[in-house]
């Protein structure tokens, strides 16, 4: 007998989406993959096709629109050839190698062609109105050179942690390009403008994913003017306690 798989994936829908792309929504730093990937959801005609389920994943419903959903899902635009792995949820990270497997034997399964995944850094300083620093590595000299030549950057040296990290070692071994962005996100909170970079990128090299980019800059602005706010109220209230 084969052990029952860690994370269970329940069709609701078969699809055809041979030749697709799939994206890597999980929760990361800054929640940049989350809002990116909800925006090309809201921003495309997706249909839910699956949800995952495993003792991996903390008990909650997400809901949305007075429906509980499954902290895990699966969207698909058949048409697009566009599929997208969403979760909201904060995992363990001993769930992270699961999760990227079932990517990734998900895509195979399915036939699909490539996998996208958004790799976060936290930093520190402020960031308003200036582009994130964005990056790219993949495992296909033929993806790099395409985004090359779009102007996005390679990663020279470092690290990718988490789901990414994994989807990138294994990519070869499964026979599937992996593409993974790295984005400078802002500490401790959600970026939106960091997500609306990231998807204005994927959109120029697949064609077929729109993403309604104004509301995530405007409440990118209104983040970081509220960010801006209080650090200002904080610094004069510490210079006031020291000329008392």
């Known amino acids: 007998m084969h052990p029952e798989p860690i994370i269970e994936i329940r069709k609701l829908k078969e699809i055809n989406i041979e030749g697709g792309v799939v994206f890597d929504g999980f929760h990361g730093f800054g ?6 990937i909800g925006c090309f959801i809201n921003s495309l005609k997706t249909e839910l096709v699956g949800i995952l389920d495993s003792p991996l994943f903390p008990p909650m419903s997400v809901i949305y629109n007075a429906k509980p959903n499954f902290p895990a899902r699966i969207y698909a635009n058949e048409e697009k050839k566009l599929a997208f792995f969403v979760s909201e949820a904060i995992l363990e990270p001993s769930a992270y190698r699961h999760i990227a497997h079932t990517i990734l034997n998900w895509s195979n399964y399915n036939k699909c062609k490539t996998v996208i995944s958004v790799a976060s850094r936290e930093i520190e ?8 620093a964005l990056y790219v590595i993949s495992n296909s000299p033929n993806k790099m050179k395409e985004l090359n030549d779009i102007g996005i950057l390679s990663l020279k040296n470092g690290t990718v942690n ?4 994994i989807l990138l070692n ?5 026979n599937i390009d992996v593409i ?3 984005v400078d996100v802002i500490s401790g909170v959600p970026d939106f403008r960091a997500a609306a970079n990231v998807a204005q990128v994927v959109s120029k090299i697949i064609p077929e994913a729109y993403c309604e980019i104004k509301p995530l800059i405007k409440e990118a602005e209104n ?5 801006k706010m209080i650090r200002s109220q904080t610094s004069n209230n510490f210079k006031e306690r020291m000329y008392r």
């Open 162 to 165: 988490g789901i990414p990290g």
């Open 31 to 36: 929640l940049t993959s989350t809002i990116a």
């Open 125 to 132: 300083k402020d960031r308003t109105k200036k582009d994130p």
């Open 180 to 182: 993974v962005f790295v």
């Open 223 to 227: 983040i970081e003017n509220n960010l």
């Open 170 to 174: 294994e990519s070869n071994w499964k």
